[in-house]
């Protein structure tokens, strides 16, 4: 069967896609789906046109019209955000001893954070920002919390991560930075594994969960019964929602984040129309700040809409920087590996991975990304291999033997155990806590 898209100008007609189908009988009468690219011109076509033709029967083809009348096409210039020449605002201009302890490692703050900073201390408004990895966003989300916690410090922070292992990985850190020292904080976990009672969560300054989590829990914020609030009273203290990598609203769990986004606007809007007001006359429910981090995207302006900043005039707290702004540069070398099935194309990686730690890393740490638990473990064998096949497998242990040894005998998972002792660790969702710190 050969599949032809087809668009017809007077007299003339443009194939812009053909593909060859094979049909089998095992897969009949399951749909087969495919997935194809084609351009899109302007002035937009009212339509394109299919034709499937058969190649063992004479006559058997059909033509189908797509029409393109209810199609959104997305803006044509993207919503890029200009880095702009700033002197390095120092730490200092924070205005606050406490505050300034947070930051000890560096003096001043880096472009991206110097670019964002009136807007996140100094105001209220809703951010999203677009930036590359390693810019700096964690410490973008810090600032929001230092000015919520400037203006009202009774109020409550909920930082979302789309992962339990990065969840865990920000309570660790903020645990220690911002519940010692100086602030003495209450950061929580909000997960299955936890269980709080309302007092502890009532008391708490900053919550850390998945979005799962903090959807099941929002939920119930106003239950009542018999005339009684039964509900969960500190989701209304909560001022401030640091999503972080809220691009995933476009995958299989951004239906999450949308109910976390619309239910939070919802409650900031309900509570702010009850007329509340303290004993000095002020609104007692500021709207909810809702900061958004990610990559740089394509449709910012939709994005930055949704979660309450306003596109139509000066677009305050839209940033998305163009992915070649990075703090640190980066190289990037792609190189493409032939094969369908999984296991025999992940194989074939192997061999040429290690050849570019050799070339481009041969000293300095390395990470290597794999689709399983499994092939964490075949790809370290493969790379062991490999290092012993040249005579040198302990080529990337950077430490004696004697040490590298009795960090070995620590750990619970007999394959990290192995490994480990070469150089090369592992890292999925199967190990122990405590064999993920190591």
Known sequence: MILLLIHFFPFIFYSYHQEYVLFARRSHPDPTHLELTIPAFDPLPSQYFI??????????????????????????????????DLTPLPVSALKNKKFEQLY?????????????FHVLYHTDAPVLLGAPTGSGKTIVAELALLRMKNKN????????????????ERLKEWKKRLGEGPLRWKVLELSGDTHHDKKTLQNADVLVCTPEKWDLVSRGWRAEANGVSKGRDFVKDVRLLVIDE????????????????????????????????????QDKH???????????????????????????GRKLGLYNFRPNVRPVPMEVHIQGYAGRNYCPRMATMN???????????????????????????????????????DENPG??????????????STLNDESLRHTITYGIGLHHAGLCSKDREV
């Open 51 to 84: 034709r499937i033709v058969s190649d063992s029967w004479v006559g058997s083809e059909i033509l189908l019209p797509v029409t393109f009348e209810q199609i959104i096409m997305p803006d044509v210039s993207m919503a890029y955000t200009n880095l702009m």
């Open 104 to 116: 000890t490692k560096f003096s001043t703050f880096n472009p991206i954070q110097t670019q964002l």
């Open 153 to 168: 410090p009774k109020a409550k922070c909920v930082y979302i991560a789309p992962m339990k292992s990065l969840a865990r």
């Open 246 to 281: 809220i691009h995933l609203l476009g995958e299989e769990r951004g239906a999450v984040l949308e109910a976390i986004v619309s239910r939070t606007r919802f409650i900031s809007r309900l509570l702010k129309a009850e007329g509340k007001v303290n004993e000095d006359g």
């Open 286 to 312: 500021d709207a909810t700040r809702i900061v958004g981090l990610s990559t740089a995207i394509s449709n910012a302006y939709d994005l930055a809409d949704w979660i309450g900043i306003n596109t139509d």
């Open 351 to 389: 061999k040429p991975c290690y050849a570019a730690i050799k070339e481009h890393s041969p000293t300095k740490p390395v990470i290597i990304f794999v689709a399983s638990r499994r092939q964490t473990r075949l790809t370290a064998l493969d790379l062991i291999n490999y290092a012993a096949g």
């Open 395 to 408: 080529v990337f242990l950077g430490c004696s033997d004697q040490y590298i040894e009795s960090v070995a």
